[in-house]
């Protein structure tokens, strides 16, 4: 097991274009998260999975954002007519065990995104 | 709303001192889960201790140890005996009951040899 694994680690791209970032959490982990981290910022949550199923979106999820986990797997976070305010590191994480909030989440390490 | 402050944008200690790190949060929910994670430069977070706000005891990881004031609202890190490797962006960070984290801005630590 390597842990959360994410592609591409860097991304540069220009305004206007759409990108598509890929996460693979660690094997077996049922919930997967995406958040948002600009320069000199904690990471801010965007959405997560149980499984396949998309259970909450953060209002920072505009829709030029959308998240899937088609088979409980891998995520792919794809964004839409980029703007240079989307540049940021974008993480995932991956969390096993009962619900409730008290489980680690496991950290991959990042997709940076820079809109030019 | 549920906020989570922390006040110290960096800090530095002498290695092989010891030093506490701050955070205060605001929250009308009861039960909540409380972490500390740590991000090296150019490498991904990892949990450093986690505190579950029912419990009264402090949480201890070897040389890493937290202050919980559930009053006062208050979650401090304290690290014993620091080590060069300790050099790293550290986040308090929440989870209010569900299943998203709400981090601070973070504490970048740097420990000088």
């Known amino acids: 097991d390597t842990g959360v694994s994410q592609n591409p680690r860097h991304k540069i791209t220009k305004r206007g274009q759409n990108v598509t970032f890929r996460c693979d959490p660690i094997s077996e982990h049922n919930r997967l998260y995406w958040y948002r981290q600009t320069l000199g910022q904690g990471p801010e949550f965007l959405t997560y999975?149980?499984?396949?199923?998309?259970?909450?979106k953060s209002r920072l999820l505009s829709d030029r954002f959308s998240a899937e986990r088609p088979k409980g797997s891998f995520s792919t976070l794809e964004i839409q007519r980029t703007e240079q305010g989307d540049s940021a590191m974008y993480l995932c994480a991956s969390s096993s065990g009962t619900s409730g909030g008290r489980n680690e989440q496991f950290f991959g390490p990042g997709t940076r995104l820079t809109v030019l | 709303a549920q906020t989570v402050t922390q006040s110290q944008p960096e800090m530095s200690v002498q290695e092989a001192e010891t030093v506490t790190l701050s955070c205060t949060y605001d929250?009308?929910?009861?039960?909540?889960?409380l972490f500390w994670y740590k991000q090296p430069p150019s490498r991904q977070m990892i949990l450093v201790i986690r505190?579950?706000?029912?419990?009264?005891q402090n949480a201890t990881e070897n040389r890493f140890s937290v202050n919980f004031q559930k009053a006062a609202k208050s979650f401090s890190l304290k690290i014993s005996d620091s080590q060069l490797g300790d050099t790293a962006m550290y986040f308090c960070?929440?989870?209010?009951?569900?299943?998203?984290?709400?981090f601070g801005t973070g504490t970048r630590l740097t420990i000088i040899p």
């Open positions: 929250t009308s929910e009861s039960n909540y889960y």
């Open positions: 505190q579950e706000a029912y419990k009264q």
């Open positions: 960070a929440f989870n209010f009951g569900n299943e998203k984290l709400t």
């Open positions: 999975f149980q499984n396949e199923a998309q259970l909450e």
